[in-house]
């Protein structure tokens, strides 16, 4: 059974950093590319960040480009995201998802199976 599981999350003024962790298990970590989603109340899903198996390969949402550094390490099947320069508009419920695609892909149909979310919160 796949499990992946959030951590990092918490509280930060606007213009700090935060940085959060995916831990993975069940699924081979290093054949699969790895994604970043975050969900704010009452809106969709949205994509952030996307990164390939190898970890060569990443994707952004223009939202975060500049500011989100997404990374893998398949020795230790986890994944990260740091965030920099955050700001209110970031505050979300982040998730981390596994694909069954070795290429990162920003469609959230090509994720198969995800975490439970972690808060983030950014205040001005």
């Known amino acids: 059974q796949v499990r992946l599981e959030e951590s990092g999350g918490g509280s930060v003024q606007a213009g700090g950093s935060l940085g959060l962790a995916c831990s993975s298990s069940?699924?081979?970590?290093?054949?699969?590319?790895m994604g970043w989603f975050r969900q704010c109340p009452g809106q969709e899903r949205e994509f952030v960040a996307g990164?390939?198996?190898?970890?060569?390969?990443?994707v952004y949402a223009d939202s975060v480009k500049g500011r989100f550094t997404i990374a893998r390490d398949n020795d230790e099947d986890t994944l990260y995201l740091q965030m920099n320069s955050l700001k209110p508009d970031d505050t979300a419920v982040y998730f981390c998802?596994?694909?069954?695609?070795?290429?990162?892909?920003?469609?959230?149909?090509?994720?198969?199976?995800w975490g439970q979310g972690t808060q983030v919160t950014v205040s001005s």
């Open positions: 998802a596994i694909s069954y695609l070795r290429l990162p892909t920003m469609r959230e149909k090509e994720y198969d199976y």
């Open positions: 069940g699924r081979t970590f290093s054949s699969s590319a």
């Open positions: 990164i390939s198996a190898s970890g060569r390969n990443t």
